[in-house]
């Protein structure tokens, strides 16, 4: 008898409200990503596993590079692909994998041979000067053909192989796009379409959006009175050559998406460089990669595309994360730091964002020989700081999820993180006349990025609570009534089997204190006394 082939991994929509949907349940990565040449043998992709068991993931960022998969014009070989899904079986990972398909970090360092060293057929872009660039040109169709036929060729054996598993829940389709070190392509065939008009399904969507559109496009436009007629520079001014490039660019990975998605429609997303601070122009980031100045260009033109992901390695990670927080866009972050300054930002993603995913980079630090970053290596078998600080969260974390999932947009989540711009304590309005007053046992100290506080606070009822997470105390402050801290019925160390709790230890007497204190990570379910009020 055939076995079923129950429901593919899907985003769901309901009204603004996004879950990723796994095996019919809602589904939260707390993910990693390899480095780039971890999948280049299974015995590095075995290390990346371990390094994933290690710090509690459920999820692995796996890349996929073009060169190696199709080394001769379709002449695939699949090897790398099954050994990777073999691998996290094993170690009961799910998998998204990274298609390094025509650009990898605004580049072509992964496409094969036989592209790279024939540029007549696949043409690169070129900068204003007319020199030829290490990346191809977004209007070269020969080469987005090739894409195109690699990317369903590669879904096509996912689907094969894994339809009944899902294990892959999620696809990455190229790896930050767009141009770097020039503004626009300036080759023939792109100038001519910069020179024209821009198409009408672009300026329909503008139009549609226009009082959402994110503040600099929509400022651009406005300076040109919201033409909707004329050259892409008579319409959108300075911006001109970034709106360009997001077109082009967008255009070309919806092609690359809509080909795979044909094949096998899990969800997609793209991953974005986001501009550093100290850069002024576009081109000194990726230009037309869904940065905040023209992520709207990527929604109306990326149909197949279904979540804007930023790759935040900054220190304003909150701002940077809300920017792709929106309505139509859930928030993951695909890639960020893997140092304890961004570990407690999972908590901001998850609780304060209705995040789905959060993954940092490079989780086999320290484990490949040539790493240079000394702040980060660690002796063998040992964890790196970052991987501590990560360990730690993903520790506590993963057996929240569930009820993560069924608190997600309902305002009973709250992420407990100590800002770089706040001091060393924070209040945080719980609804129902309560806050809470969160005391973090160490400051943020910008040299040693020592900022490993972290929690969650998750409102059961009105009188209950699950408090978790590490490095902060923390207590209930009243504002009814007289002014009290709030007196506690019961205080429970424990953990969650599905969503039951299970009571590990009961605290009362030197163990209880009006103060709740997370020196270590712990989770912890108290009840509130609020007939006082
Ligand atoms: C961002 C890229 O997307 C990753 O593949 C990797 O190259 C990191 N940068 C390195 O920091």
């Known amino acids: 008898m055939q076995a079923q082939v129950s429901a593919l991994p899907v985003l769901s929509r309901d009204g603004q409200r996004t879950q990723l949907i ?16 971890s999948a280049s043998n299974p015995e590095d992709l075995e290390s990346v596993y371990q390094a994933l068991d290690a710090i509690h993931a459920n999820t692995a960022e796996i890349p996929l590079s073009w060169n190696l998969l199709e080394p001769e014009p379709g002449k695939f070989n ?51 000067s007319g020199r030829e660039m290490d990346a191809i040109s977004p209007f070269c169709d020969a080469a987005l053909n090739e894409d195109k036929r690699a990317f369903s060729a590669v879904m096509r054996h996912i689907r094969e192989f894994d339809q009944r598993d899902h294990t892959v829940i999620l696809m990455q389709v190229e790896n930050e796009t767009g141009l770097i070190r020039t503004d626009r392509d300036y080759s023939a065939t792109a100038t001519k379409a910069y020179d024209a008009q821009p198409p009408s399904d672009l300026l329909k969507y503008v139009e549609l959006h226009k009082d959402g559109l994110t503040p600099v496009l929509q400022n651009a436009w406005k300076q040109s009175g919201y033409r909707t007629t004329g050259s892409w520079t008579e319409i959108f001014g300075d911006l001109a050559p970034e709106v ?25 997303y793209v991953n974005v460089a986001l501009m550093n601070t100290g850069s002024a122009r576009p081109g000194d980031w990726p230009s037309g990669g869904a940065t905040a100045h023209v992520i709207d260009v990527w929604k109306a033109v990326a149909k197949h595309i279904d979540i804007i992901a930023p790759d935040i390695y900054r220190v304003d990670f909150p701002q940077q994360a809300a920017l792709y927080n929106r309505s139509d866009n859930v928030l993951f972050v695909p890639e960020t730091g893997f140092s304890p300054y961004y570990a407690p930002y999972v908590f901001t993603v998850l609780a304060g964002m209705d995040g789905i995913g959060f993954s940092p980079f490079g989780i086999d630090h320290g484990r490949l020989a040539d790493t240079d970053r000394s702040e980060l290596k660690a ?43 706040r001091h060393e304590s924070l209040a945080i309005p719980l609804g129902d006349s309560l806050t809470a007053v969160v005391h973090f046992d160490e400051k943020f100290v910008a040299e040693t990025q020592a900022h490993r506080s972290g929690g969650i606070i998750l409102k059961l009822a009105a009188d209950k609570f699950i408090v978790a ?65």
């Open 22 to 37: 796994v095996d019919g349940q809602p589904f939260i990565m707390l993910g990693g990503e390899a480095r780039n040449s």
């Open 78 to 128: 699949f090897q790398l692909v099954d050994a990777a899904l073999y691998g996290a079986r094993k170690h009961n990972l799910k998998v998204v994998f990274l298609w390094f398909g025509t650009a990898k970090n605004a580049t072509f360092s992964y496409v094969p041979d036989w592209i790279k060293s024939n540029p007549k057929t696949y043409f690169r872009a070129q900068d204003a």
């Open 244 to 268: 360009f490039s997001a077109w082009s660019v967008s255009r070309y990975v919806e092609q690359v998406a809509a080909a795979g998605k044909a094949e096998y429609p899990i969800p997609y």
């Open 379 to 421: 002796k063998e078998g040992e964890l790196t700081a970052g991987a501590v600080a990560i360990e730690e969260n993903y520790r506590v974390l993963r057996p929240l999820l569930p009820i993560i999932a069924r608190n997600r947009y309902r305002g009973t989540l709250f992420p407990v993180v100590l800002d770089m711009y």
């Open 469 to 533: 997470g590490e490095g902060f105390h923390i207590n209930f402050a009243e504002l009814r009534g007289v002014a009290r801290d709030s007196e506690y019925l019961s205080i429970e160390e424990g953990t969650f089997v599905g969503e039951k709790w299970v009571t590990e230890r009961v605290l009362n007497g030197d163990e209880e204190n009006t103060t709740l204190l997370l020196r270590h990570p712990r989770i912890l379910q108290v009840r509130l006394n609020r007939t006082l009020q």
